[in-house]
């Protein structure tokens, strides 16, 4: 197969977006068939990449012919793959939703900005190179700003607000750190950023170590860790079901970020003692803190979608004491719980969408019984156990692998603690939840003012397929689940093989002969 | 140069960063902007300040490093397209919670008379 189709997944939703924005005029019925079209053609690629093994060796695509260091490279492994896999699955789960809700009739321009947001995730799980993957997150901030606020109202665009903010600081900090990284080894690209380092003078080990800590900084506001999360819970609980499901992988784009660049940089393999795994002792730490403030979050949440956001919350936590502990077992188990916890928390949102489109927001109150109030709790009851971490789903499959790697770290005892106590805690309020949400019913009907006020219902059956299509698919990683963890160990040994991946971007196999830049003398390093 | 130049961005932040951290969206959006114009002098500063040196690759002429200049473009783009975003964000928040307080009207239990309004930031 030709790599040109690489740029597939990044250039079809790009055009998807432009098509989209030209004929909003012809009406919604054209920009939904397009806008379906390409989450379809998306899918369908993202799979045969996937299922073909495309990425079992990392495979470089040029931009422009322009070779590594000089041009901008696109990536593709199994990491890149699996992320655009599960980016593809939630686009078509909340694409499905959003055409059942007639979410998109809420304002102008929603399945355009979904297409911007697709391109920027796209993007930034195939670039190689630091500054377009911090022009790739531009993307997918602006067009998740613009989802974010789709529909509109006063409590989303105060949530929006905050959320613009921070990342807008997030943003500059990126731009310092990327700039410090340029000003010391005079490259951006990945691959060779990690050979400069592995060659660069002692003298230099204090910006390199200050860049990558302001990194960690920025991926961590992306990641939601404490103590940058607090734009998470307003966010996620205020924007519509839909957006909040396809923002189930944003978090995952920070963690990914992390995985990616500090993996390939600062990795045993190739960089000098002095900055090999950094911040691992720190991801371990404030994985450990987010997890509990997200317990203590779900527990005191009133109402239902600020629960499931800090169940996302407390997935990230747990993703990061997996990605600090950095074993290839560490990693396998983290990248099997990341895969369950990205479509278990999308479902779970567009799950709180359907409930509160029928009984209202708030958990405690007593409400008339709900329509398909079986069929609700059935999903409630399948979520709340995937996501507390109990048997059989994958919640309880994932944190053991996690809790096994977890025996070779020194905090191996605050985190065996930490996790179990959090899961035990998640289980007593979900079903706390579950008990008020479906048991508290009033027969009698309301009185008119406190009644919820009337939405459509639009095609109700879609919308309930659309719930429990992450539900299946987390089945299916139950019963596939050894070929899986299987596929899952070979994607976390490529990612700790820096050197191998260095010689794919840097030396691949092609015939023309690489041009002879010499570098700008301000970059090169003295000879002390 | 060198030392002015650090200054300045250095001042230039310090300013973003405490005027970003003011509970009102007017001295936020400035904060910000003000971080912006301090992290384009430092990606500027990255490619080493030269004078009268061309920023064309020519054999064992000086040159001055012309990446970052590529870089601090897309930078100031992507920056402008981001303040003029949040500024019309910060006023539609304004319109709907009536307030310019960044968590809405919390702090206001009476509805801000015009005066309290004007003196607020």
Redesign the interface.
Same mark, same amino acid.
């Given at each position: 197969m030709a790599l040109p189709w690489l740029a597939l997944p990044v250039f079809l939703p790009l055009f998807s977006a432009i098509l989209l924005i030209a004929l909003r005029p012809l009406g919604i019925t054209l920009a939904r068939a397009i806008s379906g079209t390409s989450v379809s053609i998306l899918l369908i690629c993202v799979v045969y990449f996937t299922a073909s093994g495309l990425g079992d060796t990392a495979q470089v695509y040029p931009m422009g012919n322009w070779p590594a260091p000089f041009g901008i490279v696109w990536v593709y492994d199994r990491l890149s793959g699996l992320m655009l896999l599960l980016t593809a699955l939630l686009a078509m789960v909340s694409f499905l939703y959003t055409i059942a809700t007639d979410e998109d009739k809420k304002g102008a321009h929603f399945h355009a900005l979904f297409q911007a947001q697709l391109f920027g995730l796209n993007g930034a799980f195939l670039t190689g190179d630091v500054f377009n993957l911090f022009v790739f997150f531009e993307v997918l901030l602006i067009a998740s700003y613009g989802l974010m606020l789709h529909g509109g109202g006063a409590a989303r665009s105060r949530a929006g607000l905050h959320y613009i903010v921070i990342n807008l600081m997030g943003s500059t900090i990126f731009l310092f750190a990327v700039g410090a990284l340029y000003g010391v080894l005079g490259t951006l690209n990945l691959a060779d950023l990690a050979l400069k380092i592995s060659q660069a003078p002692a003298s230099t080990y204090g910006l390199i170590a200050a860049a990558s800590f302001l990194l960690f900084v920025v991926f961590a506001i992306k990641a939601a860790a404490f103590p940058l999360y607090l734009w998470l819970p307003g966010t996620y609980s205020e924007t519509a079901a839909p957006v909040a499901a396809l923002f189930a992988i944003m978090t995952k784009v920070g963690l990914y970020a992390l995985l990616r660049v500090h993996g390939t940089l600062f990795n045993e393999h190739t960089a000098p003692f002095d900055l090999i795994n950094l911040i691992d002792p720190w991801m371990r730490l404030l994985g450990l803190v987010t997890l509990i403030m997200a317990t203590f979050g779900v527990m005191a949440a009133i109402n239902l979608r600020r629960q499931v956001a800090y169940l996302v919350l407390a997935s990230v936590g747990t993703l990061m004491i997996a990605l600090g502990i950095n074993t290839t077992d560490a990693l396998t188990g983290g990248l099997y719980y990341w895969i369950h916890t990205t479509l278990m928390t999308a479902g779970f949102f567009l799950l709180a969408g359907q409930i509160v489109r029928t009984r209202g927001d708030q958990i405690g109150q007593t409400r008339p019984p709900m329509p398909h109030a079986l069929l609700a709790g059935s999903l409630f009851m399948m979520y709340a156990i995937g996501l507390a971490g109990l048997p059989p789903l994958t919640g309880f499959f994932g944190k053991t692998m996690i809790l096994f790697a977890a025996l070779a770290s020194p905090l191996w005892v605050p985190i065996y603690a930490t996790v179990l106590l959090s899961s035990v805690l998640m289980v007593v309020a979900l079903a706390r939840s579950g008990n008020a949400l479906f048991y508290r019913v009033d027969h009698a009907p309301l009185p008119t003012e406190l009644a919820p006020s009337p939405m459509p219902l639009g095609n109700s059956k879609l919308s309930w397929v659309a719930v429990a299509l992450p539900l299946s698919l987390v089945f299916l990683m139950v019963i596939a689940s050894k070929p899986l963890t299987q596929w899952l160990t070979l994607t976390s040994a490529q990612i700790q093989d820096t050197p191998r991946y260095i010689q794919r971007v840097l030396h691949p196999s092609r015939t023309e002969p690489v041009p002879n830049f010499a570098p700008h003398p301000a970059h090169v390093p003295e000879a002390s | 140069m060198a030392i002015l130049f650090a200054l300045l961005i250095g001042v230039l932040t310090a300013i973003g960063v405490y005027l970003?951290l003011r509970a009102q969206?007017f001295p936020?959006v400035m904060g910000?902007t003000l971080?912006?114009y301090?992290?384009n002098l430092?990606?500027f500063?990255?490619?080493?300040l030269a004078s009268n040196a061309a920023a064309v *690759?020519e054999p064992h002429a000086t040159?001055t490093?012309p990446?970052?200049q590529a870089?601090v473009l897309?930078?100031i783009v *992507?920056?402008f397209?981001?303040t003029a975003?949040?500024i019309v964000?910060?006023l539609?928040?304004r319109a709907?919670?009536g307030s310019d307080h960044?968590?809405?009207a919390a702090d206001q239990p009476a509805p801000p008379t015009a005066a309290h309004k004007n003196t607020s930031c």
């Open positions: - | 970003s969206t936020v910000l971080l912006s301090a992290v430092f990606l500063g990255t490619g080493r *690759i040159y490093d990446l970052p870089l897309t930078a *992507i920056a397209a981001m975003f949040v964000l910060a539609k928040t709907e919670l960044v968590d809405g």
